[in-house]
């Protein structure tokens, strides 16, 4: 089974700050199969991010995707209020298809 | 619109029965696989199975389960009424979490999972 690591567990940001999420597995994800969703309180996670790098439909373009292999990155450019919630990447390369511990970003 | 509904909020006793619903709508519901991921109060997601609601060839299952997940639940699905299920035999205090299912989303190259239903909060006490 694959095993994804998240970091940070929490990052503070303030509205207008970039932020970087990071996603590490434990063997390579084969395709770059790798996926970002973002979960807001009280509400069912949303996709972002498949592919690594390819924004789902109507998913605005502050949020980008990169890396390959084991190492992957969310970035969001610009923080909008909005943005602030609990990020998790998923991979689904080989089964089981494991999801990362979360990271949330919360407003500083 | 393409929408998952999931059923209500269920309390159970430790050892009970139960199962769960998820009604797809908007969309084809036979062509794209279902899945179940569980959310502990205050954690993270658990990829828990998925199920091929289509005709699966001979030789090949059409479920797939997490091997942490295996033997504790069943996974199925009524494609007449495009409706899947998540059922266990014996509940667990620790069974306590949101049970979500999402769509596994296909446009050539897998995309993921979307979209999600509305989540069903199952809590196991005594």
């Known amino acids: 089974e694959i095993v994804l690591t998240q970091s940070p567990g929490t990052l503070s940001l303030s509205p207008g700050e970039r932020a970087t999420l990071s996603c590490r597995a434990s063997?390579?994800?084969?395709?770059?199969?790798l996926i970002w969703y973002q979960q807001k309180s009280g509400q069912a996670p949303r996709l972002l991010i498949y592919?690594?790098?390819r924004r789902a439909t109507g998913i605005p373009d502050r949020f980008s995707g990169s890396g390959s292999a084991t190492d992957f990155t969310l970035t969001i450019a610009r923080l909008e209020p909005e943005d602030f919630a609990v990020y998790y990447c998923?991979?689904?390369?080989?089964?089981?298809?494991?999801f990362g511990q979360g990271t949330k970003l919360e407003m500083k | 619109e393409v929408q998952l509904a999931q059923s209500g909020a269920e309390v159970k006793k430790p050892g009970d029965s139960l199962k769960i619903s998820c009604k797809g709508s908007?969309?084809?519901?036979?062509?794209?696989?279902i899945g179940w991921v569980r959310q502990m109060p205050g954690r993270g997601l658990d990829w828990m199975g998925i199920?091929?609601?289509?005709?699966?060839?001979?030789?090949?299952?059409?479920?797939v389960y997490s091997p942490s997940f295996k033997d504790q639940v069943t996974i199925s699905v009524d494609k007449s009424i495009s409706t899947a299920y998540l059922h266990w035999s014996s509940l667990k205090a620790s069974d306590t979490a949101t049970y979500y299912c999402?769509?596994?989303?296909?446009?050539?190259?897998?995309?993921?999972?979307?979209?999600w239903g509305q989540g069903t909060l199952v809590t196991v006490s005594s």
């Open positions: 999402a769509r596994w989303f296909v446009r050539g190259d897998p995309i993921g999972f979307d979209p």
């Open positions: 908007g969309y084809r519901f036979s062509d794209y696989w």
């Open positions: 199920i091929f609601p289509g005709d699966h060839y001979p030789g090949q299952s059409n479920v």
């Open positions: 063997q390579s994800i084969s395709n770059s199969y």
């Open positions: 592919g690594a790098s």
């Open positions: 998923q991979q689904h390369g080989s089964s089981p298809y494991t």
